[in-house]
């Protein structure tokens, strides 16, 4: 037995991997990995495969990017953790001040993931109107296709029924507004055309039922865990306004899509507007260690900071505001800062652009998309396995690809040089190339994971 088929049958034996049906293990083999440099990860065998989506989108700058390291390293010799309540610490207060900054929001919240960044802000979104003698702004609205995270209270908000409509019984019911996709624009219409008519539904939404909201939560520019579906930044000016005229607040989850990744810091920059609340995790730390915070504006900090000590906000996770965590976000501010990433992002992304005008041009790829660092489109394919077969065979072609349904995206590390870029999208080709002609032979069951 290799060591590769050694601790993937160890693994399968004892780890309940996340975010699946652990008896397709039986046929997909699960990937050990021992090591991982750059976009490259590599198994107890030596086989190298391309990251082509960030390891869950969180990887910034490669694998074992060494400044993220030393940094990582460096506090380690100083101070591993300490508790939050009661105590700080320098890179805590640095990672604060440093994020308040670029955001806009002067307060900074901390959590361990994203599902409890979403938790947070849900919790002081509706806390704030309590203070505020309001408590009947209790509910939330949510977007079609959106998705915040797996916790109970995240899980309501998110509208991927594969992972919710289980747990429908657990779940606070809330208000769902119509998605601004930008596929939904009919023909002659624009992107803006299909933002604005999203709008107007929110809007019809917001005259019945703003008494009760407290807030609406979206996922800026790019909805991703239900397929990378990319909308036109006029919803997000026009949720804005919307928001201030029904005094609701405007919570702007940027797990995904912060630190770059649609090509401004934070998505909501490129509508020219600052949200109420802003969620940060997967990429604040470079992919390194586990972190997520929420930033707040100081009118809406200053309704906790009272006596009173139930005005406050009285939330906690135990690992709030880790050291080694923040200076790995330290490390990734100064990376954005000293190297031009965003304008470099964008150069690479008009090469890789160029570079994907065959696979756009293939008679099976359609609604072809691009957003600073993320490309997705859809396969038109008669493969109910879809997702699962383009995974294996992107494997055996060393790449890490793992389409949603039938959507395939690139997501890859910003670090991806054009040697990278061009060979994941020839193994994408290929694959899909495979795929068409192959006879269907699959157990006819879909499933759609991220
Ligand atoms: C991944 C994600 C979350 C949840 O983050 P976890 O760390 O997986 O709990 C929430 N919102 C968005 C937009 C995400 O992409």
């Known amino acids: ?51 082509g989506v960030s390891s869950w989108w969180v990887n910034l700058f490669g694998h074992g990017h060494p400044r993220i390291k030393r940094a990582i390293k460096d506090q380690l010799d100083k101070l591993e953790h300490v508790m939050l309540a009661g105590f700080t610490h320098q890179p805590v207060v640095e990672l604060s001040e440093r994020l308040a900054k670029l955001s806009g929001l002067a307060h900074v919240f901390y959590g361990s ?83 604005r008519k999203a709008i107007q539904a929110l809007e019809n939404l917001l005259t019945k039922h703003a008494g009760e909201v407290a807030a609406v939560i979206v996922e800026p520019l790019v909805q991703g865990a239900a397929g990378m579906v990319m909308y036109d930044p006029l919803y997000l000016s026009e949720l804005r306004r919307l928001c201030d005229q029904y005094q609701v607040h405007l919570i702007a989850d940027e797990i995904a899509v912060g630190f770059g990744r649609t090509g401004s810091l934070f998505a909501y920059q490129q509508a020219d507007i600052t949200p109420d609340f802003l969620c940060l995790s997967k990429g604040i730390t470079g992919g390194f260690l586990p972190l997520s915070c929420v930033l707040t504006s100081s009118p809406i900090y200053q309704a906790f900071y009272h006596d009173d000590v139930t005005r406050g906000f009285l939330h906690s996770h135990s690992y709030t505001g880790n050291a080694l965590a923040c200076a790995a976000a330290l490390a990734v501010l100064d990376i954005f800062a000293e190297e031009d990433v965003l304008a470099t992002n964008a150069d690479k992304a008009q090469r890789f652009n160029s570079m994907m005008t065959d696979l756009q041009a293939r008679p099976d790829v359609r609604n072809f998309r691009h957003k600073g660092m993320i490309w997705a489109f859809e396969v038109d394919t008669s493969r109910a396995d879809f997702a699962q077969a383009c995974f294996a065979a992107m ?32 193994a994408t080709a290929a694959t899909l190339e495979e795929l068409a002609r192959a006879s269907n032979t699959a157990d006819g069951q879909s499933i759609a994971l991220p």
């Open 395 to 426: 494997l055996r072609r060393s790449c890490l690809l793992r389409p949603i349904g039938n959507t395939v995206y690139f997501m890859p590390p910003y670090t991806i040089t054009d040697e990278e870029m061009a060979f994941l999208i020839a």
């Open 113 to 195: 993931d994203g599902a409890s960044a979403t938790e947070i802000a849900l919790k002081m979104s509706f806390h704030y109107w309590r203070n505020q003698g309001l408590a009947d702004k209790s509910r939330f609205i949510s977007l079609e296709n959106s998705y915040h995270g797996e916790t109970v209270g995240a899980l309501a908000v998110t509208d991927v029924p594969l992972f919710s409509s289980t747990y429908a019984d657990l779940l606070k019911p809330g208000l769902r507004a119509p998605s601004p996709d930008a596929r939904r624009a009919l023909p002659g219409e624009s992107a803006a055309d299909a933002a």
């Open 1 to 51: 037995m290799s060591d590769n088929q050694d601790w993937l049958q160890r693994s399968f034996n004892t780890v309940w991997h996340p975010c699946t049906q652990m008896k397709r293990h039986e046929a997909l083999p699960i990937v050990p990995i021992a090591s991982a440099d750059g976009v490259w990860l590599r198994d107890f065998d030596g086989k190298r495969y391309l990251d």
